[in-house]
């Protein structure tokens, strides 16, 4: 009663004020009383809405299969941008995202609902569909770097860099345990340790959460656990075991209070996971109290048993809240709403999807600010990131072998360099860069390559790049695998010349042969998504490090460390394998031997 007695006294002054003058009422800062509760303010708009309103919510559309119309007359939940799916065209500016987010978002107020929609991006490297922005290391990176301030710095940097288009929801960070590094995903992935995972999901979630993008932690439960790595495919180990290995990022997720859960397409004991009632209602959500909203992945649920609405009615039943269903997203809202119709879904689980939803898009300042937008003058690709993203590369590159102190480098010397990724920007980003399968192109709009960083550095001292390696005191030699994403970069012949290896890796390899034979000091740079067996290759280096997939600002993180303005300190988050055989074998096995496989978890050298 006091609230209500407190809003009339609130609104009477308003009008008498602006009663005062005939001028129209300046902007005034009266405090508004906040009487509701968030939770209140939801269930009144819930209560306010009809089931065909409120199922809506919960459908996700792809860009490219829904218009603003479409959005105005269905009052759909959400939209989301697809692996390298633009506005038009892959060079769009931040300008260019933000209208278009503009015209959907404003469709969606003129819906008969008037709730603005939730756009989610896979921001899974930095904003990375988005052409010019920051593209940081991938996550195999930053979990040999294994830094929590550092996660929280480029989960914000991340999170301005998406705000600049108005969007406000990554499907990031990948929470995935990754056993077999056979995983096309494997990058994606922290570590096969989730002792990495303990240490680094919570702050990368706060940086984006804490500075206003909501974060999703996928693939839920158990999506590097597969047999064989593969993607998709079927996890059979014990409950105990996926608890500990698998679920075990999740409790640090819900800490940190994570918006949303993206389910795996895998299954657990040939259940696929879209219609685990058992994982997601009884232990995500029961058991471990996730409060957020759970989103199916891209058609995943068209994986599971039976007919559509079949397929509908298991996912939404098993705990399931947003559909994302790119393309079906009409048929999605019809067959959900007759399921309701028809009884096989009860309207107090609509209520419940909803009610997760709405918080989300309250909380998140959607409701009141719905366009809310930052310069990308002053927020995309700034100076800050890219020494952010250098750093980050810094500390993720492993130093695997440095015989006779081969590194660092003097500045004063002549370097040949040479390799397939020694002047590509694109491949040191990997997948999930400007497109889904990633930018294979040497220049992508940002960044510099290892080749110009090392090139600047000489540059300093009035040196040129050797031509040739025989007049050369050093020669670095770039090998690579190339750019690959999901279940395409699947592989488990993984040397430096098979599998997604690059074909010019063989003759980058011959020169290092011929130029460690003629006395000279011979480093590698490996640039890929997961450890690749070395083998004798090895011996051709006197140095060797592991660069993963450093991003954009790789090529002067690289130079930085390779000329010893900073020593490398990153330590593997993954076992190096010996051979193909030791693929899977990895650190949370009990007496895992470390003398056994080549480099063990945790290992990296630095400089004396
Ligand atoms: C992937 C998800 C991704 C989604 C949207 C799916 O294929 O598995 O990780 O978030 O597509 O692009
Ligand atoms: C989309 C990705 C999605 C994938 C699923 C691609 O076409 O761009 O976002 O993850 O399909 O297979």
């Given at each position: 009663?006091?609230?209500?007695?407190?809003?009339?006294?609130?609104?009477?002054?308003?009008?008498?004020?602006?009663?005062?003058?005939?001028?129209?009422?300046?902007p005034?800062?009266?405090?508004i009383?906040?009487?509701?509760?968030?939770?209140?303010?939801?269930?009144?708009?819930?209560?306010?809405?009809?089931?065909?309103?409120?199922?809506?919510?919960?459908?996700?559309?792809?860009?490219?299969?829904?218009?603003?119309?479409?959005?105005?007359?269905?009052?759909?939940?959400?939209?989301?941008?697809?692996?390298?799916?633009?506005?038009?065209?892959?060079?769009?500016?931040?300008?260019?995202?933000?209208?278009?987010?503009?015209?959907?978002?404003?469709?969606?107020?003129?819906?008969?609902s008037?709730?603005?929609i939730i756009?989610?991006?896979?921001?899974?490297?930095?904003?990375?569909?988005?052409?010019?922005?920051?593209?940081?290391?991938?996550?195999?990176?930053?979990?040999?770097?294994?830094?929590?301030?550092?996660?929280?710095?480029i989960?914000?940097?991340t999170?301005?860099?998406?705000?600049?288009?108005?969007?406000?929801?990554?499907?990031?960070?990948?929470?995935?345990?990754?056993?077999?590094?056979?995983?096309?995903?494997?990058?994606?992935?922290?570590?096969?340790?989730?002792?990495?995972?303990?240490?680094?999901?919570?702050?990368?979630?706060?940086?984006?959460?804490?500075?206003?993008?909501?974060?999703?932690?996928?693939?839920?439960?158990?999506?590097?656990?597969?047999?064989?790595?593969?993607?998709?495919?079927n996890?059979?180990?014990?409950?105990?075991?996926?608890?500990?290995?698998?679920?075990?990022?999740?409790?640090?997720?819900?800490?940190?209070?994570?918006?949303?859960?993206?389910?795996?397409?895998?299954?657990?004991n040939?259940?696929?996971?879209?219609?685990?009632?058992?994982?997601?209602?009884?232990?995500?959500?029961?058991?471990?109290?996730?409060?957020?909203?759970?989103?199916?992945?891209?058609?995943?649920?068209?994986?599971?048993?039976?007919?559509?609405?079949?397929?509908?009615?298991?996912?939404?039943?098993?705990?399931?809240?947003?559909?994302?269903?790119?393309?079906?997203?009409?048929?999605?809202?019809e067959?959900?709403?007759?399921?309701?119709?028809?009884?096989?879904?009860?309207?107090?689980?609509?209520?419940?999807?909803?009610?997760?939803?709405?918080?989300?898009?309250y909380?998140?300042?959607?409701?009141?600010?719905?366009?809310?937008?930052?310069?990308?003058?002053?927020?995309?690709?700034?100076?800050?990131?890219?020494?952010?993203?250098?750093?980050?590369?810094?500390?993720?590159?492993?130093?695997?072998?440095n015989?006779?102190?081969?590194?660092?480098?003097?500045?004063?010397?002549?370097?040949?360099?040479?390799?397939?990724a020694?002047?590509?920007?694109?491949?040191?980003?990997?997948g999930?860069?400007?497109?889904w399968?990633g930018n294979?192109?040497?220049?992508?709009?940002?960044?510099?390559?290892?080749?110009?960083?090392?090139?600047?550095?000489?540059?300093?001292?009035?040196?040129?790049?050797?031509?040739?390696?025989?007049?050369?005191?050093?020669?670095?030699?770039?090998?690579?695998?190339?750019?690959?994403?999901?279940?395409?970069?699947?592989?488990?012949?993984?040397?430096?010349?098979?599998?997604?290896?690059?074909?010019?890796?063989?003759?980058?390899?011959?020169?290092?042969?011929?130029?460690?034979?003629?006395?000279?000091?011979?480093?590698?740079?490996?640039?890929?998504?997961?450890?690749?067996?070395?083998?004798?290759?090895?011996?051709?280096?006197?140095?060797?490090?592991?660069?993963?997939?450093p991003g954009?600002?790789?090529?002067?993180?690289?130079?930085?460390?390779?000329?010893g303005?900073?020593?490398?300190?990153?330590?593997?988050?993954?076992?190096?394998?010996?051979?193909?055989?030791?693929?899977?074998?990895?650190?949370?096995?009990?007496?895992?031997?470390?003398?056994?496989?080549?480099?063990?978890f945790?290992?990296?050298?630095?400089?004396?």
């Open positions: 009663m006091k609230k209500i007695i407190g809003i009339i006294v609130v609104i009477l002054s308003l009008v008498l004020l602006s009663g005062c003058t005939n001028e129209p009422a300046p005034i800062d009266l405090p009383p906040d009487v509701l509760t968030t939770a209140e303010k939801v269930q009144s708009k819930i209560d306010s809405m009809s089931l065909h309103e409120k199922v809506a919510q919960m459908i996700q559309a792809e860009r490219g299969y829904i218009t603003p119309e479409d959005v105005e007359m269905y009052g759909i939940g959400s939209i989301l941008s697809g692996g390298g799916s633009h506005p038009s065209s892959y060079l769009d500016t931040a300008n260019d995202w933000y209208q278009m987010y503009f015209n959907y978002q404003q469709s969606a107020l003129r819906s008969s008037e709730i603005p756009y989610g991006i896979d921001a899974v490297h930095g904003n990375n569909n988005l052409y010019g922005a920051t593209i940081f290391p991938h996550n195999i990176g930053l979990g040999a770097a294994n830094d929590p301030e550092l996660m929280y710095e989960g914000k940097a999170a301005e860099e998406m705000l600049v288009t108005g969007i406000t929801w990554t499907f990031a960070p990948a929470v995935s345990v990754v056993s077999d590094i056979s995983w096309g995903r494997t990058y994606e992935g922290l570590s096969e340790n989730p002792i990495i995972h303990l240490n680094l999901v919570q702050s990368m979630i706060l940086g984006l959460q804490e500075n206003g993008v909501s974060a999703t932690a996928k693939h839920f439960v158990g999506d590097g656990g597969t047999s064989g790595g593969t993607d998709q495919g996890v059979t180990l014990d409950e105990q075991t996926i608890r500990e290995i698998h679920l075990a990022p999740y409790y640090e997720a819900i800490d940190a209070g994570v918006d949303t859960i993206m389910i795996s397409y895998s299954s657990i040939n259940m696929k996971m879209h219609g685990n009632d058992y994982w997601i209602n009884d232990i995500l959500k029961d058991e471990m109290g996730f409060e957020g909203f759970i989103i199916s992945d891209w058609n995943a649920i068209h994986q599971l048993p039976g007919d559509y609405s079949d397929q509908i009615v298991a996912s939404v039943n098993a705990g399931v809240d947003m559909l994302m269903e790119p393309s079906d997203w009409l048929s999605a809202l067959t959900l709403e007759a399921a309701v119709n028809n009884g096989r879904i009860l309207e107090s689980r609509i209520d419940d999807a909803v009610t997760r939803i709405l918080m989300v898009k909380t998140r300042g959607l409701i009141e600010n719905p366009f809310a937008k930052l310069n990308p003058e002053t927020n995309l690709y700034t100076q800050e990131h890219q020494d952010l993203a250098r750093e980050a590369v810094r500390k993720s590159l492993v130093l695997l072998k015989e006779d102190q081969a590194l660092p480098l003097e500045k004063n010397q002549s370097i040949y360099i040479t390799g397939p020694s002047d590509n920007v694109g491949y040191m980003c990997g999930w860069t400007t497109y399968q294979t192109a040497a220049r992508i709009g940002v960044g510099i390559s290892i080749k110009q960083a090392v090139s600047n550095v000489l540059g300093t001292q009035s040196l040129n790049l050797a031509t040739s390696w025989n007049q050369a005191d050093t020669v670095i030699v770039v090998l690579t695998e190339t750019p690959y994403s999901e279940g395409v970069g699947d592989h488990d012949n993984l040397t430096l010349t098979t599998g997604l290896s690059h074909p010019e890796n063989a003759a980058a390899l011959a020169v290092a042969q011929d130029a460690q034979a003629a006395g000279k000091n011979v480093i590698g740079i490996l640039i890929s998504g997961r450890p690749l067996v070395l083998g004798t290759y090895l011996d051709r280096f006197d140095a060797f490090i592991a660069a993963w997939l954009s600002e790789g090529g002067s993180g690289i130079a930085d460390v390779l000329f303005d900073y020593a490398p300190t990153g330590k593997l988050s993954y076992s190096w394998p010996k051979d193909i055989s030791q693929i899977g074998y990895i650190s949370t096995y009990l007496n895992y031997d470390e003398t056994f496989v080549m480099f063990p945790g290992y990296g050298l630095t400089y004396a």
